[in-house]
């Protein structure tokens, strides 16, 4: 059975940084595809960042790309959102999900919710 | 730029069948956009529903089905049920390790 479970989230000042870590269980995470999406209070869905099996090939929707960096740790199984000049938008709860080829969600965590606010 | 559409709300009886959709402002879905459904209850993360058009999800009840019809992405609830009522959600590939959620359709079930 696939796990994720996020963490790193918190209140943060515009223009601050945060991590997000997302530990992985029940997949190898070396091949697997991975992908974050966010949710701000009250609104939809966003697809934010995705990285894919092997070849380390990473994405990026454009309200997050040169700020928001996506990477993984093969041995310690988990995936990261470095999220940099961050602003009041980006506010939200954000999940990791494991992706599937085409598909850039098939399992999902819980999520973990990110302020940014003075 | 291309946005997914989806209806903002639906409503459906009890026992009743609806078909929620997903489309592009520009151009027709097809198998190659990769459509997936997830249902989202207030509070919970998303749930996958169908993935890559119509391949059902482990533990989902055959009254989902995905399906393409005319340009765009189906998702079809069969007998609804009360606690079907939720936000639902597609998210299609869109070129070059992109990809696009739909604004979501909040389905009620009266």
Not at chain 1, 78 to 96: G, I, P, W
Not at chain 2, 74 to 86: F, H, K, M, R, V
């Amino acid at each position: 059975e696939v796990q994720l479970l996020e963490s790193g989230g918190g209140l943060v000042q515009p223009g601050g940084s945060l991590r997000l870590s997302c530990a992985a269980s029940g997949l190898t995470l070396s091949t697997s595809g991975m992908t974050w999406v966010r949710q701000a209070p009250g609104k939809g869905l966003e697809w934010v960042s995705s990285i894919s099996s092997s070849s380390d090939n990473t994405y990026y929707a454009d309200s997050v790309k040169g700020r928001f960096t996506i990477s993984r740790d093969h041995s310690e199984s988990t995936l990261y959102l470095q999220m940099n000049s961050l602003r009041a938008e980006d506010t939200a709860v954000y999940y990791c999900a494991k992706r599937a080829g085409g598909v850039a969600a098939i399992e999902w965590g819980q999520g973990t919710l990110v302020t940014v606010s003075s | 730029q291309t946005v997914v559409t989806q209806e903002p709300s639906f409503s459906v009886s009890p026992g009743g069948t609806v078909t929620l959709t997903c489309g592009l402002t520009s151009g027709s879905v097809s198998h190659s956009h990769y459509p997936s459904w997830y249902q989202q209850a207030p509070g919970q993360p998303p749930r996958t529903l169908i993935s890559a058009t119509n391949s059902r999800s482990s533990g989902v009840s055959n009254r989902f089905s995905g399906s393409i019809l005319g340009n765009k992405a189906a998702l079809t609830i069969t007998g609804a049920q009360a606690d079907d009522e939720s936000d639902y959600y597609c998210l299609l590939y869109t070129s070059s390790g992109i990809w696009m959620f739909g604004g979501g359709t909040k389905l009620t079930v009266l």
